[in-house]
């Protein structure tokens, strides 16, 4: 059964960076697109970017785009999410999740796997 386990969460201060990334511990990722997704305390899940499994194909979330970047290993072993400029209302506990697709595109539901999330919080 394939797990998805997500890293590189922390705290950092606003304009700051991280990078998350998603791995699947002894399996490839190569024919699975992924999404991220992040949930704030009392909030609602986000959905804010996704990669198809070529590579091809992104999506963000508009608040998001132009800061974030999802991106793919040669190895097809992880996929990050490069976050810049961060702000306050970046925070959250953020989630990756896969879908086997050979798919030309990535897509928010229908997701087969989820990991537990990573932590990310951005002071005020």
């Known amino acids: 059964q394939l797990q998805l386990v997500e890293s590189g969460g922390g705290l950092v201060h606003p304009g700051g960076s991280l990078r998350l990334a998603c791995a699947a511990p002894g399996f490839t990722l190569k024919y699975h697109a992924i999404s991220w997704f992040r949930q704030a305390p009392g909030k609602e899940r986000e959905s804010i970017s996704c990669i198809s499994s070529s590579g091809a194909y992104t999506n963000y979330l508009a608040s998001v785009k132009g800061r974030f970047i999802i991106s793919r290993d040669n190895a097809e072993t992880t996929v990050y999410l490069q976050m810049n400029s961060l702000k306050p209302d970046d925070s959250a506990v953020y989630y990756c999740?896969?879908?086997?697709?050979?798919?030309?595109?990535?897509?928010?539901?229908?997701?087969?796997?989820w990991g537990k999330g990573t932590l990310v919080t951005v002071p005020s």
């Open positions: 999740a896969a879908e086997y697709s050979l798919e030309r595109q990535c897509k928010y539901y229908g997701m087969q796997y």
